[in-house]
């Protein structure tokens, strides 16, 4: 499906990317599961992964609360910009490396349905017309949540198959 451009696309599209990444995650053994991947990448697991989506889950929704409170949030992060994402994503790596794939399986299915709730209270103009909200500054809402839903779970689920090649 291409980049969605409407309510019910991003939903579909989010939906079906968490989908297919859990169907991928389920069709291995515990031990498979938690088995790292080749040396390489800085994501050694797949916990390694989900607590990656998680966080930048996270991260969409503190930018949403401050913005919508009619404050500039820290865009990606405090003391991060874009050019500095691989610093901020050993930061997110160190916050999950010590927890348990359930675990964090767990916070990233909540933070996944926390997103899906907020999507689905609001409009497709709210969602899509860029500068709607001054905090998206020159984007849409949508534009953010599709990072941080459908596009980021395609990116999952790439790193996973290569990681269990």
Do not use: C
Not at 119 to 142: C, D, I, P, Q
Request: no cysteine; aromatic share 12%.
């Amino acid at each position: 499906m291409p980049r969605p451009k409407t309510k019910e696309e991003l939903k579909e599209l989010s939906l079906a990317n968490y989908k297919k990444l859990n169907d991928f995650i389920d069709s291995f053994s515990t031990t498979e599961q938690n088995k790292d991947f080749p040396k390489g990448t800085m994501n050694r697991n797949i916990r390694d992964v989900l607590g990656h989506l998680h966080h930048w889950h996270l991260m969409f929704l503190n930018w949403y609360e401050v913005g919508m409170k009619g404050e500039s949030p820290h865009i990606p992060a405090k003391g991060y910009n874009w050019r500095t994402l691989p610093d901020l994503n050993k930061k997110i790596y160190e916050r999950y490396k010590n927890l348990g794939l359930d675990e964090v399986r767990e916070k990233f299915n909540t933070s996944h349905a926390e997103i899906m709730n907020l999507v689905a209270s609001h409009s497709n103009k709210e969602l899509f017309e860029r500068k709607y909200y001054g905090w998206t500054r020159n984007n849409a809402m949508g534009a953010y949540i599709i990072g941080v839903l459908s596009s980021h779970y395609d990116w999952a689920l790439k790193l996973i198959k290569k990681g269990k090649k």
